[in-house]
């Protein structure tokens, strides 16, 4: 018998008419192994599918939501393909366990294998982004029929060591500030984005009892070789040197001083017959807010 997780369900008036995201929300209450959560994901369809149509499955990570996807997935629905986008739980508009102990790193992988199962995905392109692909990476060894492509923009495989100076300063200033302001992060991050939008992202977040989650993923980082995850990251690294057949397509945001151009370079030397990256020249961390060029240069690269 599963045992019952307290979690908490922001109200939905606070995610209504969100700048350039107007995007019907689908939920599963029960997904298999998280019995009395509810977990919600974006699935958007095109009127006309594509001749082979992808099924582009975008996964957010710290501390944003499928909100991060929304200037993305118009162009690729509107290139005929289906978009699929969960909000982690503890995130968006999906439910969040109270008790920062309920987040690890097996937590959140298990909810995408499942999430992946329970919608039977089948020719995806993975997007993966920060936490996006530091789980993201590590599902498609699991399933390689499922994965066919894969965007992958400034994130990385945690395999046992940080990723530098950048990621310290971040997950110290994280662990000084539990009630996380999401929205100011996200403002000074992201200069670019309106004040609205900024709001937007803190949406899911209306006081601390909301944020374990965000709390908890600086913390979850695999920095150390023993850590829960870093042996999964590493097989997943071989897996993707060695194994991986499906077309890769890189963007980089250069201003990111977490995760940017370096850390990037890295990863790219790690996945089989990944291209030269696009680079993008003002973009900073969350890349996707630089969306629209990325996406259309994706769907050209696919085909």
Same mark, same amino acid.
């Given at each position: 018998?599963?045992?019952?997780?307290?979690?908490?369900?922001?109200?939905?008036?606070?995610?209504?008419?969100? &700048?350039?995201?107007?995007?019907?929300?689908?939920?599963?209450?029960?997904?298999?192994?998280?019995?009395?959560?509810?977990?919600?994901?974006?699935?958007?369809?095109?009127?006309?599918?594509?001749?082979?149509?992808?099924?582009?499955?975008?996964?957010?990570?710290?501390?944003?939501?499928?909100?991060?996807?929304?200037?993305?997935?118009?162009?690729?629905?509107?290139?005929?393909?289906?978009?699929?986008?969960?909000?982690?739980?503890?995130?968006?508009?999906?439910?969040?366990?109270?008790?920062?102990?309920?987040?690890?790193?097996?937590?959140?992988?298990?909810?995408?294998?499942?999430?992946?199962?329970?919608?039977?995905?089948?020719?995806?392109?993975?997007?993966?982004?920060?936490?996006?692909?530091?789980?993201?990476?590590?599902?498609?060894?699991?399933?390689?029929?499922?994965?066919?492509?894969?965007?992958?923009?400034?994130?990385?495989?945690?395999?046992?060591?940080? &990723?530098?100076?950048?990621?310290?300063?971040?997950?110290?200033? =994280?662990?000084?500030?539990?009630?996380?302001?999401?929205?100011?992060?996200?403002?000074?991050?992201?200069?670019?984005?309106?004040?609205?939008?900024?709001?937007?992202?803190?949406?899911?977040?209306?006081?601390?009892?909301?944020?374990?989650?965000?709390?908890?993923?600086?913390?979850?980082?695999?920095?150390?070789?023993?850590?829960?995850?870093?042996?999964?990251?590493?097989?997943?690294?071989?897996?993707? =040197?060695?194994?991986?057949?499906?077309?890769?397509?890189?963007?980089?945001?250069?201003?990111? &001083?977490?995760?940017?151009?370096?850390?990037?370079? =890295?990863?790219?030397?790690?996945?089989?017959?990944?291209?030269?990256?696009?680079?993008? =020249?003002?973009?900073?961390?969350?890349?996707?807010?630089?969306?629209?060029?990325?996406?259309?240069?994706?769907?050209?690269?696919?085909?």
């Amino acid at each position: 018998m599963t045992t019952r997780i307290e979690a908490l369900r922001t109200d939905e008036e606070r995610f209504l008419n969100l &700048p350039g995201y107007a995007f019907t929300p689908h939920y599963i209450d029960e997904l298999k192994g998280f019995e009395g959560l509810r977990l919600h994901y974006l699935d958007e369809k095109p009127a006309k599918p594509a001749v082979g149509q992808q099924t582009y499955l975008c996964l957010h990570g710290e501390p944003s939501w499928s909100y991060l996807y929304r200037k993305m997935v118009p162009i690729f629905v509107g290139a005929g393909h289906r978009v699929v986008a969960p909000d982690l739980f503890g995130f968006g508009r999906s439910d969040k366990p109270v008790d920062d102990a309920v987040y690890t790193f097996n937590f959140h992988r298990n909810t995408l294998l499942r999430f992946i199962e329970r919608l039977d995905l089948q020719n995806v392109t993975l997007v993966v982004q920060d936490w996006g692909g530091l789980l993201g990476l590590t599902l498609p060894m699991e399933m390689p029929q499922r994965f066919k492509r894969l965007l992958v923009m400034n994130t990385t495989l945690a395999v046992g060591a940080s &990723p530098g100076a950048g990621f310290d300063g971040w997950k110290a200033y =994280a662990k000084a500030n539990p009630d996380l302001n999401v929205a100011d992060l996200m403002k000074r991050g992201t200069p670019v984005l309106s004040n609205a939008e900024a709001a937007a992202y803190g949406a899911p977040f209306p006081d601390v009892r909301y944020k374990a989650g965000v709390r908890r993923f600086p913390e979850l980082v695999m920095v150390a070789p023993e850590m829960e995850g870093a042996d999964i990251s590493r097989r997943a690294a071989n897996w993707w =040197a060695q194994e991986w057949t499906g077309q890769s397509f890189m963007a980089v945001g250069m201003k990111d &001083p977490v995760l940017g151009p370096s850390v990037m370079a =890295a990863l790219r030397q790690t996945i089989r017959g990944c291209p030269v990256p696009l680079e993008i =020249a003002d973009g900073g961390h969350f890349v996707q807010e630089w969306g629209e060029e990325i996406a259309r240069a994706t769907v050209k690269a696919f085909g």
